[in-house]
């Protein structure tokens, strides 16, 4: 079932017909040592490659680093991006006109290194790899760059051969919408569109619930009820879906597909999917679908793979999208999706304290595997965030890396990990979409390394402490069905739990307390535990006083509430440091605090401490 994540290919028989396989110096003692070949008919793309490559190389060694456009005289000494004559001439061994759209390599051969992709992205990727794997840059946040540096800079022997492990990669926190931010983390998603001369992104024409935007009711149900869902013998909008087996709404569907793809020439896919409720439609003809199909993924596939025959001769590249969501989760007994369409499974209901393929799970994996099965083009809508609580600590840390391993086994293609979209503030917001874009470009990476990486490049010395932290929390979440609307604090945030948790976080912001800006990413992470003290204040005070054990915080909860407003209201003109909205309702920094204005009475005869 599984096949190789990543083409890392050393070419072999080329390697052995090659004579000499030199290194190549890039700068030695700050001074640039070779130059950097643009090729004559380079893209917009491959243009900004070249010149991110030159500055980077710039800042990394103090040198000077030339652009060359007329490099097919070279011979010795350059770096030559993109594809193109040059390539062709010094690497006439690799065919990049066969690459894909995300394909490249990095090649040093003869004094030369070949930083080279396929259209559009492939030449941004091997020059994003090249900076991050042989130089050192991350991109951790659109506003937190680490660029080492190196005054003298050699490549040996290098030879990738590299691709994506997924065709669709979307890790949708707000800490990583911006566009340059996704390029460099190779985040290919259309949510805050990657432009033109970055790349672009994977492009859908309505993104979910797509049902009444095309075909909506206010301006169709009056004329024509038997569209939508038969529920309760009654014809209904409200909290309700289509008619799926309609042969008139079909066509025309069809019809509202073709004239919304001919205004979005740029699209790739096109959702046609359910509303965000049940309601499915009870009618005789929908019916019998499903009850031969066993469910309603029945009349839905049905209906989704009509209209993706009928608009296939005009739309020939574009595919039709679906969910596999909620009431359609279970796949059809005899029905497969048809050649262009795209099922999106949504693992809403699991536990995310277990991987995907723990036993609390077995429900969504034995779906996962019949849609992998049945459906050669399957993504998945995943979920990696509490959306009730934006905030509170949410210990699913350690199940990114193996979720994202269990979807790539399982042969699923793209992957849309749902998060935080509200804004700056959310549990582990940074980690959490530095994290899922390197993963889902390669799940086979030791998740727990990267963790650690990004926590001591982001967060410096306050990065040990905050790693003790989520071992903390996500072990005493152990045998706790954790679900993704949660809302609540969860018991395992008791008084023990949360005094260890508050110590880590202050010994975390006295490690980088000479630094201001580490300090500043280390007070807005804490939120999250100070959020959890707030929400349970009376309950965390009683439970200190019946264990005698020593308040780790102010005494005053107005206190340390109005010391989470200054936190949340962040630095003026740094907007990464100013906390969005609490939860997806919508909930306001300030409507949460209303609640704390004013310290609670506390019972005199016992002391907290
Ligand atoms: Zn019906």
Same mark, same amino acid.
């Given at each position: 079932?599984?096949?190789?994540?990543?083409? +890392?290919?050393?070419?072999?028989?080329?390697? %052995?017909?090659?004579?000499?396989?030199?290194?190549?110096?890039?700068?030695?003692?700050?001074?640039?040592?070779?130059?950097?070949?643009?090729?004559?008919?380079?893209?917009?793309?491959?243009?900004?490659?070249?010149?991110?490559?030159?500055?980077?190389?710039?800042?990394?060694?103090?040198?000077?680093? =030339?652009?060359? !456009?007329?490099?097919?005289?070279?011979?010795?000494?350059?770096?030559?991006?993109?594809?193109?004559? !040059?390539?062709? $001439? %010094?690497?006439?061994?690799?065919?990049?006109?066969?690459?894909?759209?995300?394909?490249?390599?990095?090649?040093? $051969?003869?004094?030369?290194?070949?930083?080279?992709?396929?259209?559009?992205?492939?030449?941004?990727?091997?020059?994003?790899?090249?900076?991050? =794997?042989?130089?050192?840059?991350?991109?951790?946040?659109? +506003?937190?760059?680490?660029?080492?540096? /190196?005054?003298?800079?050699?490549?040996?022997?290098?030879?990738?051969?590299?691709?994506?492990?997924?065709?669709?990669?979307?890790?949708?926190?707000? #800490?990583?919408?911006?566009?340059? @931010?996704?390029?460099?983390?190779?985040?290919?998603?259309?949510?805050?569109?990657?432009?033109?001369?970055?790349?672009?992104?994977?492009?859908?024409?309505? *993104?979910? /619930?797509?049902?009444?935007?095309?075909?909506?009711?206010?301006?169709?149900?009056?004329?024509?009820?038997?569209?939508?869902?038969?529920?309760?013998?009654?014809?209904?909008?409200?909290?309700?879906?289509?008619?799926?087996?309609?042969?008139?709404?079909?066509? *025309?569907?069809?019809?509202?597909?073709?004239?919304? %793809? &001919?205004?979005?020439?740029?699209?790739?896919?096109?959702?046609?999917?359910?509303?965000?409720?049940?309601?499915?439609?009870?009618?005789?003809?929908?019916?019998?679908?499903?009850?031969?199909?066993?469910?309603?993924?029945?009349?839905?596939? #049905?209906?989704?793979?009509?209209?993706?025959?009928?608009?296939?001769?005009?739309?020939?590249?574009?595919?039709?999208?679906?969910?596999?969501?909620?009431?359609? &989760?279970?796949?059809?007994?005899?029905?497969?999706?048809?050649?262009?369409?795209?099922?999106?499974?949504?693992?809403?209901?699991?536990?995310?304290?277990?991987?995907?393929?723990?036993?609390?799970?077995?429900?969504?994996?034995?779906?996962?595997?019949?849609?992998?099965?049945?459906?050669? /083009?399957?993504?998945? @809508?995943?979920?990696?965030?509490?959306?009730?609580?934006?905030?509170?600590?949410?210990?699913?840390?350690?199940?990114?890396?193996?979720?994202?391993?269990?979807?790539? $086994?399982?042969?699923?293609?793209?992957?849309?990990?749902?998060?935080?979209?509200?804004?700056?503030?959310?549990?582990?917001?940074?980690?959490?979409?530095?994290?899922?874009?390197?993963?889902?470009?390669?799940?086979?990476?030791?998740? /727990?390394?990267?963790?650690?990486?990004?926590?001591?490049?982001?967060?410096?010395?306050?990065?040990?402490?905050?790693?003790?932290?989520?071992?903390?929390?996500?072990?005493?979440?152990?045998?706790?069905?954790?679900?993704?609307?949660?809302?609540?604090?969860?018991?395992? %945030?008791? *008084?023990?739990?949360?005094?260890?948790?508050?110590?880590?976080?202050?010994?975390?912001?006295?490690?980088?307390?000479?630094?201001?800006?580490?300090?500043? &990413?280390?007070?807005?992470?804490?939120?999250? +535990?100070?959020?959890?003290?707030?929400?349970? @204040?009376?309950?965390?005070?009683?439970?200190?006083? $019946?264990?005698?054990?020593?308040?780790?915080?102010?005494?005053?909860?107005?206190?340390?509430?109005?010391?989470?407003?200054?936190?949340? #209201?962040?630095?003026?003109? =740094?907007?990464?440091?100013?906390?969005?909205?609490?939860?997806?309702?919508?909930?306001?920094?300030?409507?949460?605090? #209303?609640?704390?204005?004013?310290?609670?009475?506390?019972?005199?005869?016992?002391?907290?401490?």
């Amino acid at each position: 079932m599984s096949t190789p994540s990543l083409i +890392v290919v050393l070419l072999a028989s080329v390697l %052995l017909a090659e004579p000499v396989r030199a290194d190549i110096v890039i700068s030695q003692n700050g001074k640039a040592r070779c130059f950097i070949v643009q090729q004559s008919d380079a893209t917009k793309p491959e243009i900004h490659a070249a010149q991110e490559l030159a500055t980077t190389l710039d800042q990394i060694t103090g040198g000077r680093f =030339e652009i060359q !456009t007329n490099g097919a005289n070279t011979a010795k000494h350059a770096i030559i991006v993109g594809p193109g004559s !040059t390539a062709a $001439k %010094l690497f006439p061994e690799i065919d990049l006109t066969k690459f894909g759209p995300e394909e490249f390599v990095m090649r040093v $051969k003869d004094g030369n290194l070949l930083l080279a992709g396929g259209c559009p992205r492939g030449t941004l990727y091997a020059v994003n790899h090249f900076l991050q =794997e042989q130089c050192g840059v991350r991109w951790w946040t659109p +506003v937190a760059t680490n660029i080492p540096h /190196h005054s003298t800079l050699r490549v040996g022997n290098l030879d990738m051969h590299e691709k994506p492990a997924f065709e669709y990669r979307a890790p949708y926190w707000s #800490a990583g919408f911006d566009p340059l @931010w996704k390029m460099h983390n190779g985040a290919n998603d259309e949510n805050n569109l990657i432009p033109a001369e970055f790349g672009g992104s994977v492009t859908y024409q309505g *993104f979910c /619930h797509t049902f009444y935007p095309l075909v909506p009711p206010d301006k169709y149900f009056a004329a024509h009820p038997e569209w939508y869902s038969l529920v309760n013998g009654k014809r209904t909008h409200e909290g309700a879906q289509l008619c799926l087996s309609n042969p008139e709404l079909r066509d *025309f569907m069809v019809q509202r597909v073709r004239e919304s %793809l &001919r205004e979005a020439p740029e699209a790739a896919i096109i959702s046609i999917t359910q509303n965000d409720c049940d309601g499915h439609c009870e009618c005789p003809n929908c019916k019998a679908i499903d009850d031969a199909e066993g469910g309603p993924s029945g009349s839905m596939l #049905a209906f989704v793979n009509y209209v993706a025959e009928k608009i296939e001769p005009e739309f020939p590249n574009v595919w039709v999208d679906t969910f596999a969501y909620q009431y359609t &989760r279970k796949p059809p007994k005899i029905l497969k999706p048809r050649r262009n369409v795209i099922v999106r499974l949504c693992s809403i209901e699991c536990n995310f304290r277990e991987p995907l393929d723990h036993p609390s799970n077995a429900a969504f994996l034995a779906d996962l595997t019949r849609w992998s099965q049945i459906c050669p /083009h399957l993504y998945v @809508w995943d979920y990696t965030t509490d959306f009730a609580n934006y905030i509170n600590p949410y210990p699913d840390w350690f199940t990114l890396g193996p979720n994202v391993r269990v979807l790539r $086994k399982y042969g699923v293609k793209g992957v849309f990990e749902e998060g935080a979209y509200g804004g700056p503030g959310a549990d582990m917001a940074e980690l959490r979409a530095w994290l899922l874009a390197q993963l889902l470009w390669n799940p086979q990476q030791d998740d /727990h390394a990267l963790i650690n990486e990004f926590l001591e490049g982001y967060y410096g010395k306050a990065g040990k402490p905050i790693r003790q932290y989520l071992d903390l929390v996500y072990e005493k979440a152990k045998g706790f069905y954790l679900p993704c609307g949660l809302g609540e604090p969860p018991p395992y %945030l008791n *008084f023990q739990t949360l005094a260890a948790a508050e110590r880590l976080w202050q010994q975390a912001e006295k490690a980088v307390a000479k630094e201001p800006e580490l300090l500043e &990413r280390v007070r807005l992470s804490h939120l999250s +535990v100070r959020h959890a003290w707030l929400y349970n @204040w009376e309950s965390l005070r009683g439970e200190c006083r $019946k264990q005698n054990a020593v308040w780790p915080l102010p005494e005053s909860r107005k206190a340390v509430a109005d010391e989470w407003r200054t936190v949340a #209201a962040g630095i003026p003109s =740094e907007d990464w440091t100013k906390v969005g909205t609490l939860n997806e309702g919508g909930v306001t920094v300030d409507a949460f605090l #209303a609640n704390f204005a004013t310290d609670p009475t506390e019972p005199k005869h016992a002391p907290a401490q």
